[in-house]
Nanobody, 120 residues
Framework: VQLQASGGGLVQAGGSLSLSCAPS????????MGWYRRGPGKQRELVAV???????NYADSVKGRFTISRDNAKNTLHLQMNSLKPEDTAVYYC???????????????WGQGTLVTVSS
């Protein structure tokens, strides 16, 4: 199973983009879904994560601007990005994770990445 991310593109600063992520096949027992990004010359960082119960967590740099959501019935993940800044330029990756209640990771699925470029 692979994750298909879509929605990236070029946008001016202050603009908006919406990313989506869907699996190519059936997935089960997904406990958390998240978006990560890797900017030019930077390490991959967590952008936002959402649990199966809908609890969300955001990187400080995107709080108030990005909104993560998921459709548990369709196993799809979304990221609404508003008020984009040049420093948001990165390849964005989606992740589906299954973990035990104690946090032991059972498996991870990763998308191929979608490029978001924000021009100043």
């Amino acid at each position: 199973v692979q994750l298909q991310a879509s929605g990236g593109g070029l946008v001016q600063a202050g603009g908006s983009l919406s990313l989506s992520c869907a699996p190519s096949g059936s997935v089960f027992s997904i406990t958390a879904m998240g978006w990560y990004r890797r900017g030019p010359g930077k390490q991959r960082e967590l952008v936002a994560v959402i649990s199966s119960g809908g609890i969300t967590n955001y990187a400080d740099s995107v709080k108030g601007r990005f909104t993560i959501s998921r459709d548990n019935a369709k196993n799809t993940l979304h990221l609404q990005m508003n008020s984009l800044k040049p420093e948001d330029t990165a390849v964005y990756y989606c992740n589906f994770r299954s973990a035990t209640p104690r946090g032991v990771i059972l498996f991870d699925y990763w998308g191929q990445g979608t490029l978001v470029t924000v021009s100043s």
